[in-house]
Antibody, heavy 121, light 110 residues
Framework: EMQLLESGGGLVQSGGSLRLSCAVS????????MSWVRQAPGKGLEWVST????????YYADSVKGRFTISRDKSTNMLHLQMNSLRAEDTAVYYC??????????????WGQGTLVTVSS | QSVLTQPPSVSGAPGQRVTISCTGS?????????VNWYQHLAGTAPKLLIF???NRPSGVPDRFSGSKSGTSASLAISGLQAEDEADYYC??????????FGTGTKVTVL
């Protein structure tokens, strides 16, 4: 069974850092691009970042560019999101999601349950 | 701030057909980018319903259909069922392969 399991969320002060992880199982990790999508309390979904299956291409929303870094480790089947200079507006549930293809298409056909990040000001 | 606009809510009785619109601009849907649709029940993982404007992933009932024209797209749910009560999001792309989601629509089954 294909599964995504996020971890690493928690409470952090404004200006701080946090690293989210997503454990992948049930499919060949390197064959698919991966993304992070977030949902702030009471708000809709917001695309955050995508990385290609090879890891050679990365894409970011303007709201996080320069502060967040997406990466993947094929030896551990893990996706990561390093979040620096966190702001109150970064407070959200962060979802890890699998792409339909190896290149980034942002067609997300499998999602995790999410991990909550709370940034206190 | 989302650049794709959806109605905040739509409702229908069981068995009815409802449609959800997704209005973009010349920099996203109107630029020829495809539209995908997701279903999201609170507290659960979102689910891909439609990709590439009108294609259904395996396992998605044919009660769900998608279309696109110009700067807009639509999701139709026919034969509305109680289990369809959820939030629905369209998603497309802005210039430079940046994903953009719609504002979201809450579907209520009366």
């Amino acid at each position: 069974e294909m599964q995504l399991l996020e971890s690493g969320g928690g409470l952090v002060q404004s200006g701080g850092s946090l690293r989210l992880s997503c454990a992948v199982s049930g499919f060949t990790f390197s064959n698919y691009a991966m993304s992070w999508v977030r949902q702030a309390p009471g708000k809709g979904l917001e695309w955050v970042s995508t990385i290609s299956g090879s890891g050679g291409s990365t894409y970011y929303a303007d709201s996080v560019k320069g502060r967040f870094t997406i990466s993947r480790d094929k030896s551990t089947n893990m996706l990561h999101l390093q979040m620096n200079s966190l702001r109150a507006e970064d407070t959200a549930v962060y979802y890890c999601a699998k792409d339909l293809r190896i290149v980034a298409t942002i067609i997300l056909d499998l999602w995790g349950q999410g991990t909550l990040v709370t940034v206190s000001s | 701030q989302s650049v794709l606009t959806q109605p905040p809510s739509v409702s229908g009785a069981p068995g009815q057909r409802v449609t959800i619109s997704c209005t973009g601009s010349s920099s996203n849907i109107g630029a020829g980018y495809d539209v995908n649709w997701y279903q999201h029940l609170a507290g659960t993982a979102p689910k891909l319903l439609i990709f590439g404007n009108k294609n259904r992933p395996s396992g998605v009932p044919d009660r769900f259909s998608g279309s696109k024209s110009g700067t807009s797209a639509s999701l139709a749910i026919s034969g509305l069922q109680a289990e369809d009560e959820a939030d629905y999001y369209c998603q497309s792309y802005d210039s430079g392969l940046r994903g953009v989601f719609g504002t979201g629509t809450k579907v209520t089954v009366l």
